[in-house]
Each structure stands twice: as structure tokens, then as C-alpha cells.
């Protein structure tokens, strides 16, 4: 029963981020009677809540205890005020980016001021081969990492995504020789980011963060030194 419960959480996604009970059951495979009464306990405990008629969605419960994690709880904390700091300076959206099996998962996300059309959304994945800071983390990530990612493809997501595996070997080495990742029209056409690692106490990557700036920014250059300082104060806030 927690499985077909999971299942049904797990038919929510970004794009479909409101279901119909006949959605879910067709999402799920189950039949309609036990997907009527799995939605009914959810609601009860307060991981799904009606929106309207028929429609339902996540609830703030399952919100509540996510945010229990303890990598993923401390490390926005200790992110937050330096992300907002940044985002101030750069007055451009910023991003907390952790690695989520072969995935980017995306932790947090400042708008700034700015308005920029992207496809990230707090708490959503994404390919890590198509981001400034998928890239970082894929940099840093064991070998099975990369091989899972190439396994399944090198979609392209906008027109300066890298779809070859040479060109994806060689951005990874230039990653780890400098530090930070340069991008443009990767993940989103019509925007570059600045990217860099933000690094443990014993050195591991734990997370990336960016900048995200209109393409039409001729040298990204100059924001590389912002991002890198904001990524090791937030390194050194964990410690």
C-alpha cells in the first residue's frame, strides 16, 4: 500500500503540478477505486489537498516534512542570506543546485530583479549535462555518475546544449582546472549563467550555484569572481 501511495505522489511532476483523480489513476495504472481511496488518506493526512473540483495537488504536510532533510535543510540555510546577498549585488536570479541521482535537483531560486524566462523551479530536476550548475556537480561526480547521464543521452534543451560526449568530457575537465562553469542558452534559450561548487570540509562537492544573466551579456567573466566567493561562503557556513 506505501507503494501505490508513492506512486501516486509521484505522478505529480513541475508540468502537471495539478491532477484529476482519473488522471492519477491512469498515471499510476491502479484501479479507480483504489486510487479514490489512496487520494482520500493523502488528503486526510495532509500530503495531497483538493484544488476546486476534482483537482488536487501536493499539500503543505509533505512540503513540511521534506523540509526535514538534513543535507537539504542546513545547507539552504547556510545558503540563503549569502544566495540573497548575490542576487542583490548582480540584481540577476540565483540558484542552489544539489546532485539527485543522474539529476540536478534544484533547491532554491531567487528571482532578482530582472524578470528572465527559465525552466527552473524550486524543487524540480533536471538534466544535469543542460545547466552551469549541473555541469559543476557532474564535474565532481563519481565516474557511474557521468555513465548513468551518457547512458541515457545528451537531450537537447535549447540551442547551446551540449549534445556530444567529446564536448561534455572536455567543458567537465575545464570545470575542474578553473573552478566555475561558463554557459550560455544551455538550459534556456536567451540566457547565460556563471557557475561554481560549493565545496565541504573535506573538500567534496556539495552543491552548485549560479548566476543567470541575459545571453546578450558579452563577458561573463567579471561575475565569476562574485559566484565563486558566494559559493565558499556558503562552504564555510557549514563548517
Known amino acids: 500500500m506505501l507503494g501505490r501511495g508513492l506512486a501516486v505522489l509521484g505522478a505529480f511532476t513541475p508540468d502537471r503540478p495539478e491532477q484529476t483523480l482519473g488522471d492519477l489513476a491512469r498515471a499510476t ?14 488528503v486526510a493526512w495532509g500530503a495531497l489537498e483538493r484544488v476546486g473540483r476534482g483537482r488536487y495537488r ?3 504536510r509533505l512540503w513540511e516534512v521534506g523540509s526535514l532533510a538534513p543535507v537539504a535543510r542546513g545547507l539552504r540555510d547556510a545558503a540563503l542570506p549569502v544566495l540573497q546577498d548575490l542576487c542583490a549585488v548582480t540584481g540577476f536570479p540565483v540558484h542552489l543546485v544539489v546532485l539527485d541521482g543522474a539529476h540536478a535537483l534544484f533547491l532554491e531560486r531567487l528571482a532578482g530583479h530582472t524578470p528572465l524566462e527559465l ?21 565532481h561526480a563519481p565516474a557511474e555518475v557521468l555513465d548513468a547521464v551518457l ?4 537531450p537537447r534543451l535549447a540551442s547551446g546544449t551540449i549534445t556530444d560526449p567529446e564536448r561534455l568530457a572536455a567543458a567537465l575537465a575545464e570545470i575542474r582546472r578553473t573552478g566555475s562553469c561558463l554557459s ?3 538550459m534556456t534559450d ?23 544573466v541575459p545571453h546578450t551579456t558579452d563577458n561573463l567573466a567579471p561575475l565569476v569572481p562574485a ?6 561562503a556558503i562552504g564555510r557556513a557549514l563548517r
Not at 151 to 154: R, V
Not at 191 to 203: F, H
Not at 227 to 232: E, G, N
Request: avoid cysteine; charged fraction near 15%; hydrophobic fraction near 50%.
Open 227 to 232: 559566484v565563486r566567493m558566494a559559493a565558499a
Open 151 to 154: 547512458a541515457t543521452g545528451l
Open 119 to 139: 525552466r527552473s523551479q524550486v524543487g524540480k530536476r533536471l538534466p544535469l549535462h543542460a545547466s552551469g550548475p549541473g555541469k559543476v556537480l557532474l564535474a
Open 29 to 42: 495504472g491502479l484501479p479507480s477505486a483504489t486510487a479514490y481511496r489512496l487520494v482520500a488518506e493523502l
Open 184 to 186: 550560455r542558452e544551455e
Open 58 to 60: 501536493v499539500g503543505m
Open 190 to 212: 536567451g540566457v547565460a549563467s556563471v557557475a561554481a561548487p560549493v565545496l565541504g570540509p573535506a573538500g567534496e562537492v556539495l552543491a552548485g550555484i549560479s548566476v543567470v
